[in-house]
């Protein structure tokens, strides 16, 4: 019987990343890997998984294990700044989206087929709406981080306090069971009221300095690990040199013209969900075309 665990030797011997396939693999991960929601995108990934340092991207044939230099839960600051670089996520944002455009992964489709949870036709127009708000938010970013502040923002801020409020209150038994959940809802749902009334400056003041400190930062990490040598960045010396003068430039930009390089991030976001719109639009046209070709070819479809 073998673990995941048992293959992870050579991320302490200077490898970047391992790839295990997953018939070499007998037994299901322990309790100590948790599933990570956000996580920088990586084509073909299905699931992250995290234990410690060691994060793990499931796809549907393989594990790919690295080695993250900070475990998010003990240093958070200094895993998003050296780990997760703000220009690093774009990228690689980028890439996926391109990837999983171009078809390279056709198991999601099968997947959707199989299960026939959503037709095309919802995955059609659910793209093509997001590709729509990709295109307005690139005509016009500022007027779009605008509306995301005062309406977008509040908005969530309300839904997250009534989830949390939710968590402390029994409807059974018609009584608070969490006073801590249910009074921490309400204090966020208040919040999220009083910040539909903030003025728009405080909230762009806030949003360019938070980028600034993660350029900044990741800028330093890199070139501190740079300085001391190939071995300190196995993940690619080139790259990570890469990642430190253009965080840099980013980080400068920000403090020097804050104005262009908010417009500048509002539009790279409105690419990134049109390019997210277009995804979805083609695998709800591949499906339609794959359900086309299964009742074309009914016989073919139940011998695999």
Not at 16 to 37: A, N, Q, Y
Not at 83 to 112: I, K, S
Not at 266 to 272: A, H, P, Q, Y
């Amino acid at each position: 019987m073998t673990r995941l665990d048992d293959f992870l030797g050579p991320l302490h011997q200077g490898i970047w990343e391992i790839t295990v396939g997953k018939d070499l693999v007998t037994e299901p991960l322990d309790s100590g890997w948790e599933r990570s929601l956000i996580n920088v995108p990586t084509p073909g990934t299905i699931a992250s998984f995290r234990k410690g340092q060691y994060h793990v991207h499931e796809t549907s044939t393989e594990w790919k294990v690295h080695l993250d230099r900070y475990d998010p839960k003990v240093h958070p600051f200094l895993h998003l700044v050296d780990d997760a670089p703000l220009l690093l996520m774009v990228a690689d944002t980028f890439v996926t989206l391109v990837a999983t455009a171009r078809g390279t992964h056709g198991n999601y489709m099968d997947a959707e087929l199989k299960e026939q949870k959503r037709t095309w036709q919802v995955l059609f127009l659910l793209g093509f709406a997001l590709a729509l708000v990709g295109i307005w938010i690139f005509a016009d970013p500022l007027t779009t981080f605008s509306w995301i502040i005062h309406v977008l923002l509040p908005a969530g801020i309300i839904v997250l306090g009534l989830f949390v409020a939710r968590k402390g209150i029994s409807f059974m038994r018609r009584a608070i069971v969490s006073p801590g959940s249910f009074f921490l809802g309400i204090s966020v749902v208040v919040l999220g009221i009083v910040t539909f009334d903030l003025p728009l400056d405080a909230f762009v003041q806030l949003l360019l300095l938070v980028l600034s400190f993660w350029a900044f930062g990741s800028a330093y990490m890199s070139f501190s690990r740079v300085a001391r040598g190939r071995k300190a960045v196995p993940e690619g010396f080139f790259r990570r040199l890469g990642t430190g003068v253009l965080s840099s430039l980013l980080a400068l930009g920000i403090l020097l013209v804050p104005d262009a390089m908010l417009e500048l991030l509002m539009d790279v976001f409105g690419i990134l969900v049109f390019m997210l719109g277009i995804v979805i639009s083609t695998s709800g046209w591949r499906l339609r075309e794959k359900m086309r070709s299964s009742r074309a070819n009914p016989a073919n479809e139940a011998g695999r």
